[in-house]
C-alpha cells in the first residue's frame, strides 16, 4: 500500500512516499507565506518526481506547524509522534530523539516499540533553532550551507552568552566589530545552541542511541557541538530534514 506524509515546518514542507516499509521518495521546498500552497505544491512534486498518481496514494497524514493546512490529508498527528515514528522506522534502536527545526526543538524519548515515553519542547523561544542560524547567518554575510563546515576549522570559539536571538545577534555583530575570526563566531554561535538544547534534553535523562532529526541536523557543527556537549555520540539520518513526513507517511499505513 502507498502512503504519504507531508510535513508543513515554518521554513519548509517536506513529502514523504512509503510503500510496505520502504520510502520510495521524499521531496523539500520552501514553505513561503502560503503554507496550504506549499503543502499541495511538495506533495505534487513527489508524485510527480516517483511517477506516480494521486489516485494510487491510498492514505495521506499531515504534521508540523501547518498540518492544518493541508485540507486534503485524512488526517493529522502531532510532530512528536511523526518524529517518533520516522526514527523508529530508520532504526529501530533509536531510544531517543532531538529534534530541531526552524522554529522549535524538542527531544523525544522512545521505548523499545518506537512509542513515545516522554519529550520536551522549546517553542517559546527562536534560540536553538533553525530560525536563530538563519539571523546569525545573515549578519555573518555566509550562506547557511556553510556554517557547519566553516565552524570545524575553529581552534577557539567565540563566547555568545545571550540566550535571546535579538541580543545574540547584537552581540555577534560586537564579535565581528572586535576582529574575531568568522570560523570562531560561527563556533560559538553552534556551542550556543548546543547548551541551550543540552540543558532542555537533560529534563527527560537521554539514553543512546540518539538520532537527530530536522533540518539543523544537516549541520555537522551543531552535531559536533551536541555530541560535546552531551557527552554522546549522535546518529545522523541522510533522511534526518524528511524524518516528519516519512513519520507522517508510516502512521498513515494504519489508518
Known sequence: ???AGIDIGS???KAAIVEDGRILGTKVIFTGYNAEAA????????????ALYKSAIKKIVSTGYGRNSVKFADKSFTEIMCHAAGAYHLDKKVRSIIDIGGQDSKAIILDV???????????????????????????????????GAISLKSKKPSKISSLCTVFAESEVISLIAK????????AGIHESIAARVASMSARLGLSEPIMITGGV????GVVKALEKKLGMK????PYAQVNGAIGAAFLATSL
Not at 39 to 50: C, F, I, P, S
Not at 127 to 138: I, K, N, P, Q, W
Not at 217 to 220: C, I, L, P, T, V
Request: charged share 30%; aromatic share 6%.
Open 234 to 237: 549522535i546518529e545522523v539520518s
Open 39 to 50: 503543502g499541495k505544491n511538495v506533495y505534487e512534486d513527489v508524485l510527480r518526481e516517483n
Open 11 to 13: 521554513i519548509t514542507a
Open 179 to 186: 576582529g574575531e575570526k568568522r570560523q570562531d563566531i560561527i
Open 217 to 220: 541536523a544537516r549541520n555537522s
Open 113 to 147: 516499540d518506537g512509542k513515545v515515553k516522554n519529550f520536551v519542547m522549546n517553542d517559546k523561544c527562536a534560540a536553538g533553532t533553525g530560525r536563530f542560524l538563519e539571523v546569525m547567518a545573515r549578519a555573518l554575510e555566509v550562506s547557511l550551507d556553510e556554517f
Open 1 to 3: 500500500m502507498l502512503t
